[in-house]
């Protein structure tokens, strides 16, 4: 069965495709795209697409380098 998803925020907006049955290279994949804004951050509008296994290793790649205790510095 297909599985879609999208998520926006003011900067980026988010979206995964899987479809398990399909065997097509490209076929489950996960986008970043960047929303045309009017602050500094903005760079126009540009995508990111890669594979769902590229993103399970992006990931673990943030899970194992960024910070889980948010809690105040001692």
Do not use: W
Not at 3 to 24: E, L, V
Not at 36 to 46: H, L, M, V
Request: net charge positive; glycine share 6%; aromatic share 6%.
């Amino acid at each position: 069965m297909p599985y879609t998803k999208s998520k926006s925020t003011k900067r980026f907006s988010f979206g995964i495709n899987r479809n398990p049955t399909a065997k097509q290279a490209g076929s489950n994949t996960l986008t970043i795209a960047t929303n045309p804004g009017a602050d500094k951050y903005s760079c126009g509008t540009s995508a990111l697409t890669m594979t769902v296994r590229e993103a399970s290793a992006l990931q673990s790649f943030l899970n194992d380098n960024l910070e889980h205790d948010v809690g105040p510095a001692i």
